[in-house]
C-alpha cells in the first residue's frame, strides 16, 4: 500500500513537471512552425511587391522610351538652324510631353556640342553647355540605344529637385552624331509611389544601375548611394543577375533587410523591395505572443491543479484506512481533470496555429490601394492576362509542352480569310501577294497555332523590310522536304501524302550568315529595346516541330528572307468530317446528368452555373476519389464525366484509366491548362477542353460525347 502510494506522489510529480515541460515543448514546436512560416509569408509578400514595383518601371522606361522615339522621329533630318527656328512649337510639344507624364521634370534636344536647342522649361533656352553630362558624352562614340544616367542636381540657373537622364543619340543620314534627346526623370516619383505600396511596417523599395548607382530609394536617403559591386549586394547579384531574394545588411543604414531584386527586361535597371528582418521578427513575436496569451494561462492553471491534487494527495494518504478507497477515486478523478485540462491546452493551441494561417491568406487579399488606381490595375491585369496567355501558348508551343487541337483545314482557304487581317496588320505601305494552290491543300494540325504562326512570321518580315515593301506567301503541295525534317522523324516515318509549304518571303534586309541559326532561339531578337520579344518564330519552330513538321529560312543580305512552314498532308476526305461539330452553338442539356470533378470550387461552380443554366443536370466533387466512389455505387445516372486533369492525389487522367479498366460505360470529358502528363502522353484517346473555355464549347463536347454513348448502346437520338 505505502509503495502504491508512493508511486501515486511521484506520479503526480512527474505530471507537473511534464505539465510546464510539454506545454514548453510545443510552444517550441509552434515557434518554429510559426516562424517558417512568417518568413515565408514576408517572402510572398515582398514578390507581390517586387512584382508591382517591377511592373510600375517597366512601364515608365517604355512610355518615357517610346517618348523619346517619337521625339527623335520628330527631328530626325533636321539641322540646328531649323530647328532653333522651329524652337517656340518644339518647346511647346515638349511642355507639353513633361505635364502628361508626371515621371518627368523636363525634355531637351540638344546638339552636338551639348548645348541645348530645345527644352521643356525655358524659351529659348539660355546658351549653357551640357556636353560633361553622362546622358550627353555616353552617346558621342557609338549608339548605345537608350542611356540611362545617374542621379545629378540641376545646374544653374535651373534648380529644383534632383532627377537622372533617360536620352537617345541623335544621327545624321550617314549615322554620324549630332546631338541628343534627353528626359530628366525624377527619382521622386518612384519614391513616392513606393511610400504608396509601402506600408506595412518595415517596408523597402530601391531602384538602381546595374553598376551600383542607386536612382530611388524608400525610405528617402538624404544623399546619394552607389553599391560596391565588391560588396554583399553586388556579389549576390553577380552570382544570380536577373532575379534573387537575399537577406543582407543594407550599406546606408546598416539594418539588415529581406530584400528581393529583379532586373527590368532589356534595361540595367534593377528594382528591388523588402522587408526589415526585425519587421518580420515583430510579425512572430505578434503571432507567439498571441500563442502565450491563451497557452500561459492554461498551462499555470494545470501545473496549479497538480500541485494541489499532490498537496491534497499527501494529507490524504495520513488519513484512517477507512478514506482509502475515496482518496483513490479522488486521485483518480484529479488525473482525469489534468489530461483534460492538458487536452484543451493543446488542442487551442492548435486551433491558434490555424487562426494564424487563416489570417495569414487574408493578408494576401487585404486591399491597399485606391479604388481608382485598382480599378486601373484591374484592366492592366486584364490585358496582361491576355498577353501573358499568348507568350505562355508560345512558351510552350516552343517547349513541344503544350496540348494541341488538332483539325483538317485548307491552308490556301485558311490563308485567304487571314488577308484583311494581315492587311490591317501589316500596314498600308505592305504589298500582299498571295499565291495559292487551285485544288485543297489539307493539314490536321492546331488551327488557332498556324494562323499565330502565319501573323508571327508576316510580323518578322514587316520588321524586317521597317514598314515598306512586298511580303508574298505561297502555298504548295512539297515536292522535297527539308533534311532536317528527315532525320527527325527518319524517312521511313515521313507522311505518306506528302507535305504542305506555306512560304512567307519578304524584301527586307535579309539575315546575316552569323546569325541565320539563331533565329528561332526563344527570346532572341536583333530589334531595338521595346520593340519585340524574340518568341515569335520561336513559336513558328514549336509548332512547327510538335505538330510533325518544320521550319526552315534562306536569306542573304540585303536580298530579303524567305520562311518556309511544312506541315504533313491531310487525306481530302476528313474535313467534312471534323468541321461540322465546330460551327454548332452552344446544345441544351435537356436534362442530361453530367457529373463535374474539378479541385477549385470557383472553377467548378462556374462551370456547374452555366451547364445548369443549358438544362443539364449537375453532380459535383472535389476530388477523383469521391467521383470513382459515386461510379461504382451507381454509374447509369451519368450520361458523361467532366473532369479537371491536374489535381492533388488522384489526377484526371487517372480518374480516366481507373474509369476504362474497371468497364465503367461512362465517357470522359478531360479539361486543363496545362498538364504535362498530357503533352509527354498524350490525352488517351479522351476528349479534352482546353482552359479557359467556354460554357457553349463545353456544352458541345459534352453532348457529343454523350450522344456518341447512346449510339454504341443503341439508343441513338
Request: net charge neutral.
Amino acid at each position: 500500500m505505502q509503495g502504491a502510494q508512493r508511486n501515486s506522489l511521484r506520479l503526480l510529480q512527474w505530471m507537473m513537471a511534464a505539465s510546464l515541460a510539454l506545454p514548453i515543448a510545443l510552444f517550441a514546436i509552434a515557434s518554429t512552425i510559426s516562424y517558417t512560416s512568417t518568413k515565408d509569408v514576408a517572402d510572398r509578400e515582398i514578390e507581390r511587391s517586387l512584382d508591382v514595383a517591377h511592373e510600375h518601371a517597366l512601364k515608365v522606361f517604355e512610355t518615357i522610351d517610346r517618348s523619346l522615339a517619337e521625339l527623335n522621329e520628330v527631328v530626325r533630318g533636321l539641322p540646328d538652324e531649323i530647328i532653333r527656328s522651329r524652337e517656340p512649337a518644339l518647346h511647346r510639344r515638349l511642355k507639353r510631353l513633361t505635364d502628361s507624364l508626371p515621371q518627368l521634370k523636363s525634355a531637351w534636344i540638344f546638339d552636338a556640342g551639348g548645348k541645348s536647342l530645345v527644352n521643356s522649361l525655358v524659351s529659348p533656352p539660355p546658351e549653357l553647355s551640357f556636353a560633361d553630362r553622362d546622358y550627353f558624352y555616353a552617346h558621342i562614340d557609338q549608339n548605345i540605344g537608350t542611356f540611362i544616367g545617374a542621379s545629378l542636381t540641376p545646374r544653374p540657373p535651373y534648380q529644383g529637385a534632383r532627377f537622372f537622364g533617360m536620352s537617345r543619340r541623335r544621327d545624321s543620314d550617314d549615322g554620324s552624331f549630332i546631338g541628343v534627346i534627353q528626359a530628366s526623370v525624377l527619382p521622386e516619383y518612384f519614391e513616392s509611389f513606393y511610400a504608396r505600396i509601402g506600408s506595412a511596417p518595415g517596408s523597402f523599395f530601391a531602384m538602381g544601375r546595374a553598376d551600383g548607382e542607386v536612382l530611388a530609394h524608400f525610405p528617402r536617403l538624404d544623399g546619394n548611394l552607389r553599391l560596391d559591386p565588391g560588396g554583399p549586394v553586388g556579389r549576390n547579384i553577380a552570382a544570380n543577375p536577373e532575379h534573387g531574394l537575399i537577406t543582407v545588411a543594407w550599406p546606408s543604414d546598416g539594418i539588415e533587410r529581406r530584400i528581393g531584386y529583379r532586373r527590368i527586361a532589356e534595361y540595367p535597371i534593377y528594382v528591388s523591395a523588402g522587408l526589415e528582418t526585425s519587421a518580420i521578427r515583430a510579425r512572430w513575436f505578434v503571432t507567439m505572443g498571441q500563442h502565450l496569451v491563451f497557452g500561459v494561462p492554461a498551462t499555470a492553471l494545470l501545473f496549479l491543479l497538480l500541485a494541489l491534487a499532490f498537496r491534497r494527495t499527501q494529507h490524504l494518504q495520513a488519513e484512517a484506512a477507512r478514506r482509502r478507497e475515496a482518496e483513490e477515486a479522488l486521485k483518480h478523478s484529479q488525473r482525469l481533470e489534468a489530461l483534460g485540462q492538458l487536452t484543451g491546452g493543446v488542442a487551442h493551441d492548435f486551433n491558434n496555429l490555424l487562426t494564424v494561417i487563416r489570417a495569414s491568406v487574408d493578408l494576401l487579399n487585404r486591399p491597399q490601394l485606391s479604388e481608382e488606381r485598382r480599378q486601373r490595375y484591374i484592366t492592366a491585369i486584364a490585358d496582361a492576362v491576355a498577353r501573358a496567355a499568348k507568350l505562355t501558348s508560345q512558351l510552350l508551343a516552343f517547349a513541344r509542352r503544350q496540348t494541341l487541337k488538332p483539325e483538317p483545314f485548307d491552308v490556301g482557304e485558311r490563308l485567304q480569310s487571314l488577308h484583311d487581317m494581315l492587311a490591317t496588320l501589316l500596314g498600308p505601305a505592305i504589298e500582299i501577294v498571295m499565291r495559292l494552290p487551285a485544288e485543297p491543300c489539307l493539314v490536321n494540325a492546331d488551327a488557332s497555332q498556324f494562323e499565330t504562326a502565319l501573323i508571327n512570321m508576316a510580323t518578322n518580315a514587316r520588321d524586317a523590310m521597317q514598314g515598306k515593301g512586298r511580303i508574298t506567301f505561297t502555298v504548295h503541295a512539297a515536292t522535297a522536304v527539308p533534311d532536317t525534317l528527315a532525320q527527325l522523324t527518319g524517312s521511313q516515318n515521313l507522311s505518306k501524302l506528302g507535305f504542305v509549304s506555306v512560304a512567307v518571303s519578304d524584301t527586307g534586309v535579309g539575315i546575316p550568315a552569323s546569325r541565320i541559326g539563331r533565329v528561332f532561339e526563344p527570346f532572341f531578337t536583333t530589334k531595338q529595346v521595346g520593340h519585340g520579344t524574340g518568341l515569335g518564330l520561336s513559336q513558328v519552330f514549336g509548332f512547327a516541330r510538335q505538330s510533325g513538321g518544320e521550319v526552315t529560312v534562306e536569306s542573304e543580305v540585303g536580298q530579303g528572307s524567305t520562311f518556309s512552314l511544312y506541315l504533313p498532308r491531310a487525306a481530302p476526305d476528313l474535313l467534312p468530317q471534323r468541321l461540322a461539330p465546330h460551327t454548332a452553338p452552344a446544345v441544351a442539356g435537356s436534362g442530361m446528368s453530367v457529373l463535374v470533378v474539378e479541385d477549385n470550387i470557383e472553377l467548378a461552380n462556374f462551370a456547374a452555373d452555366g451547364l445548369t443554366e443549358l438544362g443539364y443536370s449537375v453532380t459535383l466533387v472535389d476530388n477523383a476519389t469521391d467521383a470513382l466512389a459515386e461510379l461504382v455505387v451507381d454509374a447509369d445516372r451519368f450520361d458523361v464525366v467532366f473532369s479537371d486533369v491536374v489535381m492533388p492525389g488522384m489526377t484526371g487522367l487517372d480518374l480516366a484509366r481507373a474509369i476504362r479498366d474497371r468497364g465503367v460505360g461512362v465517357p470522359m470529358v478531360l479539361t486543363t491548362g496545362y498538364s504535362e502528363a498530357l503533352s509527354e502522353n498524350g490525352s488517351l484517346g479522351f476528349d479534352v477542353v482546353q482552359k479557359p473555355y467556354a460554357i457553349d464549347e463545353l456544352s458541345r463536347v459534352l453532348h457529343r460525347a454523350a450522344r456518341l454513348r447512346r449510339v454504341r448502346d443503341g439508343a441513338a437520338e
